[in-house]
């Protein structure tokens, strides 16, 4: 007789990654001189970002390691009671569960559980955080691409149907979706706070970390990073954009961190949050569904993702996709 679900802890957003970069100063020059991440938090080896909206501690840590992985993603919870919920949560799923006190895990976060997800994923659920100056209205602060917050994760899994089924379990509601004729999936992008995503799912090899999608506030700070890379001979992380997006509708530009950690800049998404809010769903043979002017999507973003770690700081090892969408023959990016 399978148990019933635990109740779910109640997750108010995604809230941070924590990433293992080679090289810290050249990870510092590009998400903080480049992107405009403000530094909340540096010691030796580890330097704690945030976006100029963000009032908690951070919303990227940066770590000094031996090879680049994500450490972790967390999502913030709205009372400490949630961090039983999800001890008890993941306990169910008989996943690895681990409590990690004030002091001993992330800078700035206080009593914390890490959990390895069905998916493979390291994730970590949190309430209490540091508070940080406010910065929003120091446009004397501002530079770079001025990354205003942490938006979402994106994030490389085989089989999508379970995790939406996941996350469903989570409570999350789903915004967008891509779909085969037949309705099979190949993507989602699902809430909890108020807009398109927390969390999307691209078809491929994982557990890997696809991207981080970083907030601005207006298009034109996602032209002026191309610009700003463009003008610093440093075009070469672009990889893809600036572009309009068809699920989310948001303007993008996506770049790669000098250890190839994908990021996206990203604006002008929507409100989700309605009760009954629909999900919206784009055939996969549709070529505006990933970009709404029909460019293509080149084939690094598709295939190219960041390893992640479990518990214990070693790799987790992948598993093969079950659908391949770039395989799909589509118009503009009939890639395969
Ligand atoms: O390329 S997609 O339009 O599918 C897309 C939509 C929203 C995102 O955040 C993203 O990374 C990718
Ligand atoms: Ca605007
Ligand atoms: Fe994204």
Known sequence: ????????????????????????????WFWADMLGFHVQYEAPGIIC???????????????????????????RVRTPADLDRAERFFHRLDRPVRRV?????TPGVGDAVRVVDPLGF????FHDIDRAERLIQRYDLRRGAEVARLDHFNICTPDIPAAY????????????TIEGDEHELYAAWMYRKQTVHDVAFTGGAGPRLHHLGLATHESHHVLRCADLFGSLR?????????????????????????DGHRVEIYTSDYYTGDPGHETYRWNVHDDRRRDFWGNAVIES?????????????????VTDALLDESSVRVGADGLG
């Open 234 to 258: 440093k075009e070469h992380h672009i990889e893809r954009g600036p572009g309009r997006h068809g699920v989310s509708n948001a303007f993008y530009l996506y770049l790669r961190d000098p």
């Open 165 to 176: 089924a996941h996350y469903r379990s989570l409570g999350f509601g789903c915004s967008e």
């Open 1 to 28: 007789m399978t148990p019933a679900p635990a109740p779910a802890p109640d997750v108010v957003r995604s809230a941070y990654a924590q990433l293992v970069v080679t090289d810290l100063a050249k990870a510092r």
């Open 301 to 317: 973003w598709y295939r190219e993702a960041a390893p992640v770690l479990d518990l214990d700081g070693e790799p987790q090892p």
């Open 49 to 75: 970002l945030r976006g100029s909206d963000e009032l908690t501690h951070h919303s990227v840590v940066l770590r000094e390691g031996e090879a680049a992985a994500l450490d972790h993603i967390a999502y």
């Open 122 to 125: 390291p994730v970590e659920f």
């Open 101 to 105: 006190p004030r002091g001993e895990g």
